[in-house]
């Protein structure tokens, strides 16, 4: 079954450090996306990517950098930068059409202490 | 700037009844696409119902249906018959077109948790 993966589901940092979150998709869809969530606040973006080796800036993506060196794969790190990092991160893909809904991976759920 | 609103935090609604949820929006876009995501305590985000704005008809799907009222800039949830298993977080989406660069960005309400009582 198509789908996308985020791995891993769980992640312990101590502050100072860098991580990256992992996300990949086999539904074959050209964008991807990196969201945000906080209690309370919805789901912020981070960065997105419409193509391959290209991607642009979301509300938020200070102290958070993205590649994309592959069509299936938008790995996300968050940087020692980034003043708030604890939080739960979602991935989602869609197709090229703007009416393609976004799909979702389960999540990642960071703490950094 | 496109923005997404949901006025209501929390909402309860007892088993069988009927629940309606607010979103309302800001567009000066007159094409656009609108969703309503389901979040369960699983954290998986599922997508309920769509509505592209041309279209004077209000989508269903099974006991979900939704008030879609474009000049009000209104998109209502309407959840029949609740169950036990429609308690989630729902959020309101809002995704148009943005020619000049050719990417879409989804814009998220803030969320509307819906408790169902046995």
């Known amino acids: 079954d198509g789908g996308i993966t985020q791995s891993p589901k769980y992640l312990f940092r101590k502050e100072g450090q860098n991580v990256t979150l992992s996300c990949e998709q086999n539904?074959?869809?050209?964008?991807m996306y990196w969201y945000r969530q906080d209690p309370g606040q919805g789901l912020r973006l981070i960065y997105y990517?419409?193509?391959?080796?290209?991607?642009q800036k979301g509300d938020i993506a200070e102290g958070y950098s993205v590649s994309r060196e592959k069509k299936e794969s938008f790995p996300l790190t968050v940087t020692s930068a980034q003043k708030n990092p604890t939080a739960f991160y979602l991935c989602?893909?869609?197709?090229?059409?703007?009416?393609?809904?976004?799909?979702f991976g389960n999540g990642t759920r960071l703490t950094v202490t | 700037a496109q923005t997404v609103t949901q006025s209501q935090p929390e909402m309860s609604v007892q088993e069988a009844e009927t629940v309606t949820l607010s979103c309302t929006y800001d567009?000066?876009?007159?094409?656009?696409?609108l969703f309503w995501y389901k979040q369960p305590p699983s954290r998986q985000m599922i997508l309920v119902i769509r509505?592209?704005?041309?279209?004077?008809q209000n989508a269903t799907e099974n006991r979900f249906s939704v008030n879609f009222q474009k000049a009000a800039k209104s998109f209502s949830l309407k959840i029949s018959d609740s169950q036990l298993g429609d308690a989630a977080m729902y959020f309101c989406?809002?995704?148009?077109?943005?020619?000049?660069?050719?990417?879409?960005?989804?814009?998220f309400g803030t969320g509307t948790r819906l408790k169902v009582l046995a």
């Open positions: 509505q592209e704005a041309y279209k004077q």
């Open positions: 990517s419409q193509i391959v080796n290209d991607f």
């Open positions: 567009t000066s876009e007159s094409d656009y696409y």
């Open positions: 539904l074959n869809h050209d964008a």
């Open positions: 989602a893909s869609s197709g090229r059409s703007y009416n393609s809904p976004l799909h």
């Open positions: 989406a809002y995704v148009g077109s943005f020619r000049a660069s050719g990417t879409y960005k989804y814009i």
